[in-house]
């Protein structure tokens, strides 16, 4: 008789991944966060991804990639969108993510994907991205304001590595329902007009935005109603 398969794995990675979860109190979910490292990192990995898959496809749609295209994604984890972002014919992705754990478990990722020729991922921060110049078509950063206390070094960064009408698309959790987590306590936590103010300071035009909201289970274990925003603009 059969007794696994597919389906039964799923379902074990997902029990192990919300007992570990719910193990974490909330400073250390917060620096988990921040940064994935240790026993708990793929965990934290895999919570991430079920939590923010529909924040992260509704950010991919409004990106909107086209082909030939050359991709930046910041903080992207283990690089799990990554495949949605490479639906375009010929175009390219760099990940960049402070945490190593992330890289290798992105990287090979990609290689399994059969991706790893149009694809990798990069330890570096964003306050130095290093990469050169006027490299990149579009760029992406889905739930990661929250660690940039000062927004506009980053933003910077981005508007230098993108180029001239290059499109950004920044996906972010709403201040006041941010406010409502335990675990985003010692978050940077930033208003719409704030964010849209430092993106035109750092020399991008805002051309859309959009209000994400959904009723699903948080990287804390609790269901709740959710409220991002979403925005895109492009390099002046």
Same mark, same amino acid.
């Given at each position: 008789m059969v007794t696994g398969g597919p389906a039964a794995a799923t379902s074990e990675s997902y029990r192990r991944t919300t007992m570990t979860m719910t193990m974490l109190d909330a400073s250390s979910l917060a620096a988990q966060l921040r940064q994935p490292h240790g026993d708990a990192a793929l965990a934290v990995a895999d919570s991430m991804n079920r939590s923010n898959s529909a924040l992260n496809r509704a950010a991919i749609g409004l990106l909107a990639i086209s082909a030939g295209e050359r991709i930046l994604e910041i903080g992207p984890g283990n690089a799990a969108f990554a495949p949605e972002l490479l639906r375009a014919v010929d175009s390219q992705y760099l990940g960049i993510e402070w945490s190593l754990t992330m890289v290798e478990a992105g990287n090979q990722r990609?290689?399994?994907?059969?991706?790893?020729?149009?694809?990798?991922?990069?330890?570096?921060?964003?306050? @130095?991205?290093?990469?050169?110049?006027?490299?990149?078509? @579009?760029?992406?950063?889905?739930?990661?304001?929250?660690?940039?206390?000062?927004? @506009?070094?980053?933003?910077?960064?981005?508007?230098?590595?993108?180029?001239?009408?290059?499109?950004?698309?920044?996906?972010?959790?709403?201040? %006041?329902?941010?406010? %409502?987590?335990?675990?985003?306590?010692?978050?940077?936590?930033?208003?719409?007009?704030?964010?849209?103010?430092?993106?035109?300071?750092?020399?991008?035009?805002?051309?859309?935005?959009?209000?994400?909201?959904?009723?699903?289970?948080?990287?804390?274990?609790?269901?709740?109603?959710?409220?991002?925003?979403?925005?895109?603009?492009?390099?002046?």
């Open positions: 990609l290689a399994a994907a059969g991706l790893a020729d149009r694809a990798a991922m990069r330890h570096g921060d964003a306050h @130095a991205l290093p990469i050169s110049d006027a490299s990149m078509d @579009a760029a992406l950063a889905v739930n990661t304001l929250y660690f940039w206390p000062n927004l @506009a070094p980053v933003l910077d960064e981005l508007a230098r590595v993108l180029r001239r009408g290059g499109r950004l698309c920044l996906a972010f959790g709403d201040a %006041s329902f941010m406010r %409502s987590l335990p675990f985003a306590a010692d978050f940077q936590l930033h208003e719409l007009d704030a964010v849209e103010l430092a993106l035109r300071v750092s020399g991008f035009r805002v051309s859309a935005w959009r209000s994400h909201r959904e009723t699903a289970t948080g990287n804390d274990g609790q269901a709740r109603e959710k409220h991002f925003h979403l925005l895109l603009a492009q390099r002046r």
